[in-house]
Structures are given as C-alpha cells and as structure tokens.
C-alpha cells in the first residue's frame, strides 16, 4: 500500500483515478478547492484547499506524509478562462503543489500534461512530420492551456535537476478522457456526449480522435507510481486508447480536418490512433483495456470487414 496525495482529486479525472487507486488497497487524500459528494470519493479523505496559495500547499502536502503525488489540479480546458488566468493558475499551481511535494520529502511526483503540447488544431495550421505521434513529437503550444502544460513538464526537469534521482519523477500526456458514466451518455467534458463524437466526426477531429477510458487513466496512474524506482526519472508518456474514436480511418479523416497532412495520415490506416502509447508499454508494460466498441456494445472493428486503408 502507498499513501498518495492526489491533486484535483474532486473533479472529472480525479474521481475515477482516486476511486480506481483506492480500489487498488492505496490510501488516499484528495486535496481540491472543492471536496466531492461523489460515491467515487466517499472512503477518501478529503481536504479542501487552494493550492495557488503555496504556503497552504505546503503545510498541507507536508502533513500528508505521503509516498507519492499525483498532481491533476489545474484549469483543465483550453479558453475556458482568460489566457493569463489560465497561464497564472496552472504555472502556480506547478510550482506550489510539484515544489511543496519535494520540500515535503514526497519521493514520487507525477503530472498530469495533455497531448495539447503538441500543438494540433493551430489557426494557422497543423502538419505533423510523422504520424502517429510520439513522445518525440515536437512541442508546439499555441495556446496558454497547451503552453501551461508543457510548463508543467519543464518544472519536472527543473525541480529534477535540484534533487537529483533522490525523488523520481514522471509526467502522462492524457488523451480525452471518457469517464464510466460518460459511456452510459453522460455529457464529456465539451458537453456533447460519446455518440455525439463519433456521429459528429468534427466535434472529435480537434483532438485528432484521441481518447482513454478513465479507468484506464487509473491503472497507468498505478502502474507508474510502482515503476517510478525503476525507470529513468523525467520520462513523459502519452496515455491514450488503442484505437481511435472514429468509425472511419484516420488516414481518412485527418486530411479532411486538417488539411495537409494526406502523406503524414497515410499511415493511420484501419483502427491506428494518432498518439502512440508504445512507449509506456515499453518501459511500464501497460496497455489501455478499454476501447469505445466494447463499451458502446458496437460490433468489434474486425466484425466490420474495416477498411485498412482507402489511400
Ligand atoms: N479530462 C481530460 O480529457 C484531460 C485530458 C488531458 C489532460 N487533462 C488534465 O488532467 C487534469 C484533470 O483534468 P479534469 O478533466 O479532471 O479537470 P477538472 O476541471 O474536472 O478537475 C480539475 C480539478 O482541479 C481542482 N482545482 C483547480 N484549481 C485548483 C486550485 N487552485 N486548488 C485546488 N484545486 C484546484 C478543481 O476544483 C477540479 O476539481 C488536468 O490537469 C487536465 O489538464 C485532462
């Protein structure tokens, strides 16, 4: 059992990734601006707390007495507040809460980033050099959301370098993530619900398909924090599902979105997803569970004769 403190544990990642945790025989505290009434959270300890206020952060990360931090906290949807709002919020709270954690003792710090680093759906356009994309993509931020967390990966290296391996470090790169009740139809995080996404293929194509299940979210939260004494340290990992959220390949549908990348989308043939979780398969053995067919109860990609590629 490890103690981990999880930030933004209230809200929409964080209730499954604590509950999923918690189910797992960790011990848990949430620390949030808010404390949940969800059933996710209520064997949780929960403390309310502003963590832009570093002070707070760190008396209360310094009484956690935990092992590990997994830290969600943030304004966690692109201009969804002003852009100096955001950039001043989610930089602080990297600061407050990934700096309060190593000068609290915690050995093992995790952050939440977001495939937005990548910098798809720029207003004056997007052409990857190579598709799917990896963690050696290059960051091309185009918005304070975005920039903020790459940030969030860069305070990872800085607060890397003070330290040194005495803590170890990781950040995760999560694709749209579709919590349990999201698959019954409750609306995602841009309102719409699943189904909408996928009938509607521009809601999904901003975000280049992409997506997880939040319980998968989870199980790589777990998997990494076991990891973290035996991998290098300052690793960054996208985290997505092994296919796309689309019903047509994205050798189709990402030209039609995003208008010169016909080459680079060639290869996005049959169900191939744009981000690439290869790489925490390959350091941390883990591999998404979950995909949209089985839980929507539609017919498995090889009952449908999919195209491979129409290109
Ligand atoms: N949901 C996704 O699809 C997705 C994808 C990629 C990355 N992420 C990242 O994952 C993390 C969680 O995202 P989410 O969708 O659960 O967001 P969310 O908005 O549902 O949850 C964020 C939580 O952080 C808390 N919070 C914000 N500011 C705080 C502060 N100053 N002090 C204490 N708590 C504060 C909020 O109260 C909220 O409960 C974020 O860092 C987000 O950027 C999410």
Redesign the pocket.
């Known amino acids: 059992m490890t103690r981990i403190v999880v930030?933004?544990g209230?809200?929409?990642?964080?209730r499954t990734l604590v509950a999923g945790l918690a189910a797992r025989g960790h011990d848990i505290v949430s620390?949030?601006?808010?404390v949940s009434d969800s059933p996710d959270l209520a064997e949780v300890e929960q403390i309310a707390?502003?963590?832009?206020d570093a002070d707070a952060a760190a008396s209360v990360l310094a009484a956690s007495r935990a092992d590990a931090l997994i830290h969600?906290?943030?304004?966690?949807?692109p201009f969804s507040a002003p852009e100096d709002v955001i950039m001043r919020?989610n930089a602080g709270?990297a600061i407050s809460v990934l700096g309060g954690a190593v000068a609290a003792g915690i050995g093992r710090i995790v952050a939440?980033?977001?495939?937005t680093v990548i910098g798809y759906g720029a207003p004056r356009g997007w052409v990857p050099d190579r598709l799917p994309l990896d963690e050696t993509s290059p960051a091309q931020p185009w918005n304070a959301y975005a920039l903020s967390?790459l940030l969030i990966e860069q305070t990872i290296g800085m607060l890397q370098r003070q330290t040194g391996d005495d803590v170890r470090f990781a950040a995760f790169?999560?694709?749209?993530?579709i919590a349990p009740e999201e698959w019954a139809g409750a609306p995602t995080?841009q309102g719409h619900t699943v189904r909408d996404r996928l009938d509607d293929p521009a809601l999904s194509a901003p975000a280049i398909f992409n997506y997880v299940d939040a319980r998968d979210v989870a199980d790589f939260a777990d998997t990494l924090i076991a990891a973290l004494p035996d991998i290098p340290s300052g690793e960054t990992f996208f985290v997505g599902a092994a296919d796309a959220l689309a019903r047509r390949p994205l050798a189709e549908l990402v030209p039609q979105f995003h208008p010169g990348t016909e080459e680079v989308a060639a290869a996005l043939t049959g169900t191939t997803p744009a981000f690439s979780s290869a790489k925490a398969e390959r350091l941390l053995g883990w591999r998404p569970r979950h995909d949209w067919r089985t839980e929507l109860g539609e017919p498995a990609a090889s009952d449908l004769a999919f195209p491979a590629s129409r290109s």
């Open positions: 930030t933004g209230a809200g929409r990642v964080g620390l949030d601006r808010a707390v502003d963590l832009t969600l906290a943030a304004i966690a949807v919020t709270l939440a980033s977001s495939p967390k790169r999560p694709c749209y993530v995080q």
